[in-house]
Nanobody, 116 residues
Framework: VQLVESGGGLVQPGGSLRLSCAASGFPFILTSMTWVRQAPGKGLEWVSSISSGGGNTDYADSVKGRFTISRDNAKRTLYLQMNSLKPEDTAVYYC??????????RGQGTQVTVSS
């Protein structure tokens, strides 16, 4: 299993970023996928999950209405569109294989910093 996140960076409050996660080594098209994040000094926080076909999505209350999870099964890539970013969204973001309560196999992560 290989998961490679990208797309993080420094953005001002209210800005947007789109994270990507390139997946290989497992049947991506058959696998639910999840984004989690870890803020400085805190534990892992579940952010969002998407079903294998993309038809079902779920979000943490803290990001609902601002973040959108999606996937392109032909490209074996998972996405997280993040809008209206807040300083409290600052974290390392990881993609993981599996659904909300059973994810595993995180990538190396991508840093998102929201600051003016």
């Amino acid at each position: 299993v290989q998961l490679v996140e990208s797309g993080g960076g420094l953005v001002q409050p209210g800005g947007s970023l789109r994270l990507s996660c390139a997946a290989s080594g497992f049947p991506f098209i058959l696998t639910s996928m999840t984004w989690v994040r870890q803020a400085p000094g805190k534990g892992l926080e579940w952010v969002s999950s998407i079903s294998s076909g993309g038809g079902n999505t779920d979000y943490a209350d803290s990001v609902k209405g601002r973040f959108t999870i999606s996937r392109d099964n032909a490209k074996r890539t998972l996405y997280l569109q993040m809008n209206s970013l807040k300083p409290e969204d600052t974290a390392v973001y990881y993609c993981a294989k599996g659904p909300k309560l059973q994810y595993s196999g995180r990538g190396q992560g991508t840093q998102v910093t929201v600051s003016s």
